[in-house]
């Protein structure tokens, strides 16, 4: 899937001063620091973000696969397949 993004993996930074989300040595974003450490924690989602997309994409097929699975009770893999889509959705499309 083309994301118009820059290719992961990306990275956390903060030994040079602000929290830097980078990948291949550019600059992705600058993380505003908080209090309680909760600056690092939103950089890690985003350095992580391309890496969970790239699960989510390869999870999609198995989850629509257990829609069939009689071993899973009725619509709830569905239900997670919906979840599944709707993140790829706000993930790759324009706003």
């Known amino acids: 899937m083309n994301t118009n993004t820059t290719p992961g993996p990306w990275s956390l930074d903060a030994s040079t001063g602000p929290i830097r989300v980078i990948a291949k040595g550019v600059v992705i974003c600058d993380v505003a620091p908080h209090r309680g450490g909760v600056g690092m924690a939103n950089g890690r989602q985003i350095a992580a973000s391309p890496a969970m997309l790239d699960a989510l994409l390869a999870a999609l097929s198995f989850v629509e696969d257990a829609e069939q699975d009689p071993g899973y009770r009725p619509g709830y893999a569905a239900s997670i397949a919906r979840e599944i889509r709707a993140a ?3 993930a ?4």
């Open 88 to 90: 790829i959705k706000s």
């Open 92 to 95: 790759t499309e324009e706003p």
